[in-house]
């Protein structure tokens, strides 16, 4: 069974930095591309950032180009979010995911594991 558990998220003020961690387990977790989401409340799921397998190729949502970086550890079955100058609308539940490939990634339902998701919230 695959398993994705968020961790890092909390509560920062606007400028500030949080770096996000997704471990994951069940999988061979080398041979996937891993994503970032995030959805804030009466949002839709929106694409933050996705590294494939080997850490070489990343993406990233527009809002986020520049302050925020995407990588893994692929010894360590853990993915990272670096989230620097944060904003109060980078507020939301933020989720990573798995999936095989590296296209369409900003589509969530091309992904087929989700982690429960960390809350960060960013104070004006």
């Known amino acids: 069974q695959v398993q994705l558990v968020e961790s890092g998220g909390g509560l920062v003020q606007a400028g500030g930095s949080l770096r996000l961690s997704c471990a994951a387990s069940?999988?061979?977790?080398?041979?996937?591309?891993m994503g970032w989401f995030r959805q804030a409340p009466g949002k839709e799921r929106e694409f933050v950032a996705a590294?494939?397998?080997?850490?070489?190729?990343?993406d990233y949502g527009d809002s986020m180009k520049g302050r925020f970086t995407i990588s893994r550890d692929n010894a360590k079955n853990t993915v990272y979010l670096q989230m620097n100058s944060l904003k109060p609308e980078d507020a939301a539940v933020y989720y990573c995911?798995?999936?095989?490939?590296?296209?369409?990634?900003?589509?969530?339902?091309?992904?087929?594991?989700w982690g429960q998701g960390t809350q960060v919230t960013v104070s004006s």
């Open positions: 590294v494939d397998w080997s850490g070489l190729n990343t």
């Open positions: 069940g999988r061979t977790f080398s041979r996937y591309t």
């Open positions: 995911a798995s999936r095989f490939g590296f296209s369409q990634l900003q589509y969530p339902p091309g992904y087929d594991y």
